[in-house]
C-alpha cells in the first residue's frame, strides 16, 4: 500500500483492542516514520452487526477526505475483507479469519475482552450475524496483500490460501497467531 497520503484503518481481532501488540507496533512504525496522522485504530465493538456498521461509518466518513487502505489481523482480517468488497479499497490481510461463524462457536457465552476486561456475551445471534457478513468470493484479489504464517495455532492458513488463491501472497513457515516479526 503506497503510503502517500493514505490513510490506514487497522482492524484488530476477536476480544483485543488498539492495546494490542501488533496495533501498538504499528503506531510506533507510523510515529517513527512521522505519519502517526494517517493512522486510524479503533476500537471494535464485539457485537459483528454494530461493528460492521461502526467500520462502513468511519470507514465512509475518512473515504471523503482522501484514500483510505485497510489492515486487519484474525477477525479484523474478515472485517477488512467485508470492507474492501464493499468499498473497492486496497487491504492488507495478516492471518485472516476465513470462517468466523464456525471458528468463534467455541467462545458462545461469556467473554471478557483480553486489554480492556469488559465483559460481554457471544451469543448465535452474533454467529449468524457473522455468517451473513461473509464474502463469498474475492472479486479483485489485486486489491489485497495476504500474509501467513504457517504456525498459527489458531487458524488454518489453508482456509486462507484458498479464499484467497488469487491475491498476492506473504506466506513463512513457522511463526503463529500474533504473526511473529509483526
Known amino acids: ?13 476477536f476480544n ?18 512521522g505519519i502517526l496522522d494517517r493512522l486510524i485504530s479503533p476500537a471494535i465493538p464485539p457485537v459483528p452487526a454494530d461493528a460492521m456498521a461502526m467500520l462502513m461509518d468511519l470507514y465512509e466518513s475518512n473515504s471523503q477526505l482522501g484514500d483510505v487502505a485497510i489492515a486487519g489481523s484474525s477477525l479484523g ?9 464493499r468499498f473497492g479499497c486496497k487491504a492488507v490481510l495478516i492471518n485472516p479469519a476465513v470462517l468466523p461463524h464456525l471458528l468463534l462457536k467455541k467462545y458462545l457465552g461469556e467473554n471478557v475482552n483480553y486489554h480492556t476486561s ?3 456475551k ?13 464474502v463469498d468470493s474475492i472479486t479483485q484479489p489485486e486489491r489485497y496483500l ?3 504464517q504457517k504456525g498459527d495455532e489458531t487458524l488454518d492458513y489453508r482456509q486462507a490460501l484458498e479464499k484467497y488463491a ?5 506466506l513463512e513457515e513457522g511463526g503463529d497467531h500474533s504473526f511473529t516479526g509483526f
Open 1 to 13: 500500500i503506497a503510503m502517500n497520503s493514505t490513510k490506514l484503518i487497522y482492524l484488530h481481532g
Open 16 to 33: 483485543s483492542s488498539p492495546e494490542s501488540y501488533k496495533s501498538r507496533a504499528l503506531h510506533a512504525y507510523m510515529e517513527g516514520n
Open 77 to 85: 482480517g474478515f472485517y477488512a475483507t467485508c470492507l474492501a468488497e
Open 118 to 120: 469488559e465483559q460481554w
Open 122 to 134: 457471544l451469543d448465535e445471534i452474533h454467529i449468524e450475524q457473522l455468517r451473513e457478513l461473509d
Open 146 to 148: 495476504l500474509t501467513l
Open 166 to 170: 488469487d491475491c498476492p501472497l506473504v
